[in-house]
């Protein structure tokens, strides 16, 4: 018998701007300190998976879409483009026999980092939006919305703001009541305390612990809200 593999998939890094010294943009994805170039057809899926998690018969239809909406030439296919932000870290897979199995080897080893930004940025952001006279008020008012965490997802995101930890590392730091991390040697002193727990192996380590699932769900949730990016490091 055959058992069906479920497959998920998703973006990692940010999205930024270069400017020549001509005053032309181009965009970036920066990805573990560095800077990545993508063409068009591939920053098209990039941005598409970016905060999103899906199967790959929906890949397929979000480019399907995308690409009847625009007049982007196209000299590959999706799966061309897919396979190759694979192969360079800037998209990352998850398997599993279930889709929660494919969703906890997705985030396992995936790093946190808070996307919420700062009252002074939001309140910046505001105002270009509103003066832009592109977007309504209402919809630049969703800025100043807090959003609604559960107990999980804020213990999640108050160790994700004190240092830089995976979801595996976030689980184990919730299983041994870890709240305060003050620097990086304190990860290696509380989260690596024993001779064989390592950033190899931890995400095999704390798969069968009570509060795993718990835990890979607030990740996946805070990610799905744009609270989040996730990084490879």
């Known amino acids: 018998m055959i058992l069906k593999t479920n497959t998920l998939y998703t973006a990692v890094g940010r999205f930024e701007r270069r400017y020549n010294s001509f005053g032309r943009s181009c965009p970036v994805i920066v990805l573990g300190g560095k800077e990545y170039m993508a063409d068009m057809q591939e920053m098209m899926i990039w941005t598409l998976l970016n905060w999103r998690i899906v199967r790959e018969d929906e890949i397929v239809a979000l480019y399907e879409d995308m690409m009847n909406k625009s007049y982007i030439p196209v000299d590959r296919s999706w799966k061309a483009c897919v396979d190759r932000l694979l192969i360079r870290g800037l998209l990352v897979s998850g398997n599993g026999e279930t889709e929660y199995d494919a969703l ?28 832009s006279g592109h977007v309504p008020l209402s919809a630049s008012v969703k800025l100043f919305q807090k959003d609604q965490r559960t107990k999980r997802e804020k213990q999640v995101m108050r160790l994700a703001r004190q240092a830089l930890l995976s979801t595996a ?25 024993d001779q064989d727990s390592t950033c190899d192996n931890i995400s095999s380590t704390v798969k069968s612990s009570p509060g795993t699932r718990d835990v890979t769900l607030a990740v996946a949730n805070l990610y799905l809200r744009q ?3 996730l990084e490879r490091i």
């Open 104 to 131: 906890y080897d997705l985030l396992s080893s995936l790093y946190i980092i808070p996307a919420d930004g700062s009252l002074l940025l939001r309140i910046v952001t505001f105002l270009k939006l509103t003066l």
């Open 227 to 229: 609270q989040i990016i």
């Open 169 to 193: 590392e976030i689980i184990m730091c919730t299983e041994k009541g870890i709240q305060h991390l003050s620097d990086e040697n304190s990860i290696l002193n509380h989260v690596y305390d």
